[in-house]
């Protein structure tokens, strides 16, 4: 048995004999009637959705966020109907439809835009929820304001950014200190720490001090949002490319003029063959023209001027595409992590949010049930964890991109019959194959709602 089995081995026979009825201990950790603290670190998608789903279930909890104020940071992002049908039962259906676009299809296309797959989304796909292409900023500020309108203005602490924590038999002491000059440290207890702060978690650095940097593919992505005339249905989203290089649009949000939508792009290149990413300074580094126009002018969109699209965004950013191996365990006692500190993966498939809505659902189900707090977060870990490891590792080998992948390999200079380049039963076993795997195929989705 390796080390961390035997740690693992280790708090599941604590929980269960914490879990025993009527012990000593566990009266001493939870007081009749005294709801379960929970600490959260970072104020994100995964973050605040926990915060919400533990309110539901009568668990207090308080989020402590780094970022002096939660503003609408990032650009467009998919969240996928699985996840969509959790923040639908937390009531945000009509806050989303306010910030967000209902996707209405997918289509995966070569670089001259040859149609390879298409496929409808969300409501036109069957589902009873939709899928939105949403601005990350105005998703998390969709479940900020939910989370001050539910459990108070109170509940979320800005410009605290955890530093440490320590952990005994009765709870966890957390430490935060101010982000920016590092003073005004502010200590607090609770029974539970959920990492919930992102891809350079500081929770997930304490249990794995040697994991290093992120890993990159070597593929750079330049992504931004212009207002820009409506394509297509207006709610289309268009994955195009292949290998090395992929072009993805989809709108976000409507424009101020009818026939205008606030449309998202992004440009996907290998530039690198070195695992290493480039230094944390570069992580969303602004993003220059003279860079990214020469990718951009490799595809050729029937009806889309990508070139005057980058041209007209104000300002666009260059992230470098990463993740990080799957972790051996989440769950260390009392602590454990959620989201990207949990599972950063490559963004394809459109699961980075998805997922980390899915983890807060599964976390607070499992403290909501368990007797302690030990045996809810192995319970969420033994739930989330293997899912989540499979998704990382469907990433890596391109998720359901892969489809024009193939497609490119078999056919670089485009076709006349897609059929004759890759046949539609094993398009279909990529594209679907991958939904299935994430837990979004229809048959899933729809029976968990049933
Ligand atoms: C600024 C930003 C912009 C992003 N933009 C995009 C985008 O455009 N498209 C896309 O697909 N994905 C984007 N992502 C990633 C995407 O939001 C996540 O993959 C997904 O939503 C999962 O969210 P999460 O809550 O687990 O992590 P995150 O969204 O990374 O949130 C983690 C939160 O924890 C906070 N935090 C970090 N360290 C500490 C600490 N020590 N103490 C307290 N708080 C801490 C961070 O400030 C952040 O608010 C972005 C993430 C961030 C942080």
């Known amino acids: ?10 708090d599941a026979k604590r929980a269960a004999k914490l879990t025993a009825p009527d012990t000593a201990e566990r009266r001493a950790v939870r007081p009749a009637g005294q709801p379960v603290k929970v600490i959260i670190a970072g104020a994100g998608i995964g973050g605040l959705t926990a915060a919400l789903m533990l309110h539901r279930r009568g668990i207090s909890s308080v989020i402590y966020e780094q970022a002096h104020e939660v503003r609408e940071v990032g650009v467009g992002i998919n969240t996928l109907p699985h996840a969509i049908k959790e923040l639908a039962d937390l009531g945000l259906l009509p806050a989303l439809d306010a910030a967000g676009i209902r996707t209405h299809e997918l289509i995966y296309m070569n670089r001259t835009g040859q149609i390879v797959w298409r496929e409808p989304r969300g409501l036109a796909a069957g589902f009873e929820v939709p899928q939105f292409s949403i601005h990350r900023g105005r998703l998390q500020k969709v479940i ?5 309108a539910q459990l108070g203005p109170d509940a979320i602490r800005t410009g605290r950014k955890l530093r440490g924590f320590v952990q005994d038999e009765g709870g966890v002491t957390a430490h935060f200190v101010d982000s920016i000059d590092g003073t005004g440290s502010e200590t607090v207890r609770g ?3 959920i990492g919930g702060d992102g891809i350079h978690s500081v929770v997930r650095e304490r249990y794995y001090p040697d994991q290093g940097l992120p890993r990159w593919n070597g593929v750079m992505m330049w992504r931004g949002a212009a207002e820009f005339p409506t394509f297509m249905t207006g709610r289309s989203m268009i994955i195009a490319g292949g290998m090395g290089a992929k072009l993805v649009l989809y709108p976000i949000g409507e424009g101020r003029t009818p026939d205008t939508r606030l449309t998202n792009w992004v440009v996907n290149v290998r530039v690198s063959d070195t695992p290493h990413p480039p230094g944390k300074e570069s992580w969303s580094r602004r993003g220059r023209l003279d860079e990214v126009l020469p990718y951009a ?3 050729e969109i029937p009806g889309f001027d990508v070139v005057s699209l980058i041209k007209s965004t104000d300002a666009f950013y260059e992230y470098p595409m990463c993740d990080r191996d799957p972790l051996p365990r989440w769950t260390h006692g009392r602590v454990t992590l959620l989201g990207d500190a949990a599972h950063p993966m490559y963004p394809v498939g459109s ?8 983890d807060a659902r599964a976390l607070a189900d499992c403290l909501a049930r368990a007797e302690h707090p030990y045996q809810g977060l192995l319970d969420y870990e033994e739930e989330r964890r293997p899912k989540t490891a499979e998704i990382v590792a469907l990433n890596r080998k391109g998720g359901p991109e892969r489809v024009i992948d193939e497609v490119e ?3 670089p200079g485009g076709f006349t019959d897609v059929e004759r380049v890759l046949s539609h039963d094993e398009r279909k076993a990529i ?3 991958y939904a299935g795997k994430a837990g979004f195929a229809l048959t899933q989705v729809n029976r968990k709602a049933s």
Do not use: P, T
Not at 351 to 358: E, M, R, V
């Open 409 to 411: 390999k078999l056919a």
């Open 1 to 10: 048995m390796g080390k961390q089995d035997k740690a693992k081995a280790k």
């Open 297 to 299: 002018r490799r595809y």
């Open 351 to 358: 699961n980075g949010a998805s997922q980390a809505i899915l």
């Open 431 to 433: 594209v679907r194959g």
């Open 191 to 193: 029974e539970v720490l």
């Open 144 to 148: 900020h304001d939910a989370v001050i």
